[in-house]
C-alpha cells in the first residue's frame, strides 16, 4: 500500500518552481507598479514630488494591497502542475 501510495503522489522535486516563472512573477509585479506609480507621480516641483510619492506608497505598497496584487498575478500564470 505504501509503494502504491508513493507512486500517486508526485515528489517534492515535481513540484519545483522554474527560475523563469519566479521572474515572470517578478516582472508582472514590477509593471503593475510601475504603471501605478507613472500615472500617480507628479514632477512640478520636489515638494509635490515628494507628496505623491508618499501618497502612492501609502496607497499601493500596504502589505494587503501587494498580496491581493500578487495574488491575482498569479491566478492569471498558467499552472506548471497540471
Do not use: D
Amino acid at each position: 500500500m505504501v509503494k502504491a501510495q508513493q507512486q500517486q503522489q508526485p515528489s517534492a522535486s515535481q513540484h519545483q518552481v522554474t527560475e523563469e516563472m519566479k521572474f515572470r512573477v517578478f516582472q508582472s509585479i514590477a509593471n503593475s507598479l510601475f504603471l501605478s506609480f507613472s500615472s500617480s507621480i507628479r514632477y512640478g516641483s520636489f515638494n509635490e514630488l515628494s507628496a505623491t510619492v508618499f501618497t502612492w506608497l501609502e496607497e499601493y505598497c500596504k502589505p494587503q494591497v501587494l498580496q491581493s496584487l500578487a495574488l491575482s498575478i498569479l491566478y492569471r500564470l498558467p499552472n506548471p502542475f497540471s
